[in-house]
């Protein structure tokens, strides 16, 4: 068994990121974003037993 303790340093979004599709000759395109929410932490001690 592992036991990790940590801290949480922040938590957020990330930079947008643009996801575009497009198929030629057709006249269709589709732009979306997309933010990822994320948590960002500190291991402090790993304990094995």
């Known amino acids: 068994n592992v036991k ?15 996801a575009f599709k497009m198929k030629r000759r057709k006249g269709f395109s589709k732009k979306q974003g997309h933010r990822q929410s994320f948590t960002a932490l500190k291991i402090k001690e790993i304990h094995v037993q």
């Open 4 to 18: 990790i303790v940590g801290e949480i340093l922040r938590q957020g979004r990330a930079k947008k990121v643009i």
